[in-house]
Every structure is written in structure tokens, then in C-alpha cells.
């Protein structure tokens, strides 16, 4: 079992910056791969970025690459999303989720999943 717990949303302007955190415990963390999704009123949950357990396999979606950037560390049991230029179209539930293979961690069914944190970009 795997547990997640986000950090780091709230309201921001457009243009602006966030950082969110994603802390968990319960397995190995560098054998976890690890990834963020969003989903927005009225919307499927998407996904959004990930990357495998030593950070060596990065993989985004279209619409923030070169705004979003994933990180980890290992030592911290952590995982980040750095969010830069956010547009209000950023505005979700952003949620943690966890696997232990990288292709699966990107699938709409990951194992294991964090209780989402709400990001708000006004315009």
C-alpha cells in the first residue's frame, strides 16, 4: 500500500507560478513511478506529467510542456510539479498518483492515488 498526500495548491494570477509536492510513503519510493493528473469542473480526469523512480523517464502532456516541469527526490520521498506561466485553462483538482511500472503510472488507472489539491488560476 502506498500512501500520498499533495501539497502546494491555491489561487494564482495568470502568468504566475506554483509548486506542488506530493509526499509519500508506504513502498520503496525509487521503485515507484510516479505521476500528477488534473481534472477540471465538468471534465475527465487528464493526465499531466510523470516520471519513473529515478527520474532517468520524463513524460508530459502537450499542453504544459515547457511550462510544467516534474521532479523527485528520492531521499525526501517526494515528488514535485513545478507549474510556471499558469492560464486559467490550469485550473483543476491537480492529484498525485503512483505505480510501480511507467507505463502503467500514465494509464487512466494508476494503483495509487492522492486526494488532489485545487489550483486556481485567475484571469
Known amino acids: 500500500q502506498v500512501q500520498l498526500v499533495e501539497s502546494g495548491g491555491g489561487l494564482v494570477q495568470a502568468g504566475g507560478s506554483l509548486r506542488l509536492s506530493c509526499a509519500a510513503s508506504g513502498r520503496t519510493f525509487r521503485d515507484t513511478a510516479m505521476a500528477w493528473f488534473r481534472q477540471a469542473p465538468g471534465k475527465e480526469r487528464e493526465f499531466v506529467a510523470a516520471i519513473s523512480g529515478l527520474g532517468g523517464s520524463l513524460s508530459y502532456q502537450d499542453s504544459v510542456k515547457g511550462r510544467f516541469t516534474i521532479s523527485r527526490d528520492n531521499a525526501k520521498n517526494t515528488v514535485y510539479l513545478q507549474m510556471n506561466s499558469l492560464e486559467p485553462e490550469d485550473t483543476a483538482v491537480y492529484y498525485c498518483?503512483?505505480?510501480?511500472?511507467?507505463?502503467?503510472?500514465?494509464?487512466?488507472?494508476?494503483?495509487?492515488w492522492g486526494q488532489g489539491t485545487q489550483v486556481t488560476v485567475s484571469s
Open positions: 498518483a503512483a505505480d510501480p511500472l511507467f507505463k502503467d503510472v500514465q494509464s487512466r488507472s494508476p494503483r495509487y
